[in-house]
């Protein structure tokens, strides 16, 4: 198991993101507090110095998991699913540079908040979406890169609340450089049972959020993270769980209390 935590160079005490500040500070702090790996939120791909953070990654031991891209859905209100394709222009060359920098850092790149909304005609809506799939997960496989789509709650998105969605959409749209992000806080609003709803779609999940039920550190609230961790050992994931969760009481905190608990509930 790969136990990752989110950093962002953005401070802003209602994302959902625990470390934040410099960048190279806060993979500093995790790899001291035993995590193997942090997954980089920026607005800003481009500005995002490849060679030094490889580098500190080599010299501390950890690795990106992946790049998350939702700090661009919040500043510029740009979603794979915008009915304008200037705007769906201007997002794809955006996503180009993520990919490039996920490539150079050997990871993934997150769409989650990216989906954006579908319009009234959801099946016209879901032809943009599945169209804008298309051509970043064939851009994303020249470079070696794998895309994760997010199954995100209601209130963030309209469409894609569950797994099961998720998994059908990849398999009828047949990419196959793209995978399935679960995360449990989600997944606590949205699946009917979030301790066996992995069952038929294990094989696509790539990498597991998690967060308690009111966003704090994992442990923070009443999620049932025995449930939770029965249910990922079913199914014989061995993959990555980062944290994102809110920095409540403060991102170090989070993160002290975060890597304990997962010592505690899901090292095999
Ligand atoms: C948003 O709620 C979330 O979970 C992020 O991972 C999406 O980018
Ligand atoms: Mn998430």
């Known amino acids: 198991m790969v136990f990752s935590i989110a950093v962002s160079e ?14 190279e500070e806060q993979i500093r702090y995790a790899a001291s507090l035993g995590f193997d790996g942090v997954e980089i939120h920026t607005p800003s791909p481009e500005q995002v110095d490849a060679d030094r953070i490889r580098t500190l990654c080599r010299e501390l031991g950890i690795a990106v998991t992946t790049i998350g ?10 979603s794979i699913a915008d009915p304008d394709p200037v705007r ?20 993934k790149i997150t769409i989650g908040s990216l989906k954006g909304n579908l319009s009234p005609d959801r099946d016209a809506s879901l032809d943009i979406v599945r169209g804008e799939l298309k051509r970043l997960s064939s851009y994303a496989s020249g470079k070696g890169v794998k895309i994760l789509l997010e199954a995100t709650n209601r209130y963030e998105n309209n469409y894609f609340n569950t797994g099961d969605e998720v998994a059908s959409f990849i398999r009828s749209a047949g990419f196959g450089n793209v995978g399935i992000l679960m995360d449990a806080f989600h997944m606590n609003i949205e699946e ?11 094989d696509l999940i790539w990498h597991i959020h998690i ?25 014989g994931y061995d993959g990555i769980i980062s ?14 209390r975060s890597i304990g608990f997962m010592n505690e509930f899901f090292r095999a």
């Not at 005490?13 to 500040?21: C, D, E, Q, S």
Request: net charge negative; with cysteine; charged share 20%.
């Open 10 to 23: 953005i401070i802003n005490k209602n994302a959902p993101v625990p470390l934040t500040g410099d960048v």
């Open 69 to 78: 891209t939702g700090s661009i859905f919040g500043k510029f209100n740009l």
């Open 88 to 107: 769906r222009e201007v997002l794809y060359s955006m996503l180009t540079e993520y990919v490039d920098l996920a490539s150079e850092l050997g990871s």
């Open 192 to 202: 009917e049972d979030p301790f066996t709803c992995f069952e038929n779609y294990g």
């Open 211 to 235: 967060a308690d039920n009111n966003r704090h550190f994992p442990g923070g609230g009443s999620f049932d993270f025995h449930s939770f961790a029965d249910e990922i050992r079913r199914i």
């Open 243 to 256: 944290v994102e969760c809110l920095p409540y009481p403060d991102g170090k905190t989070a993160a002290v």
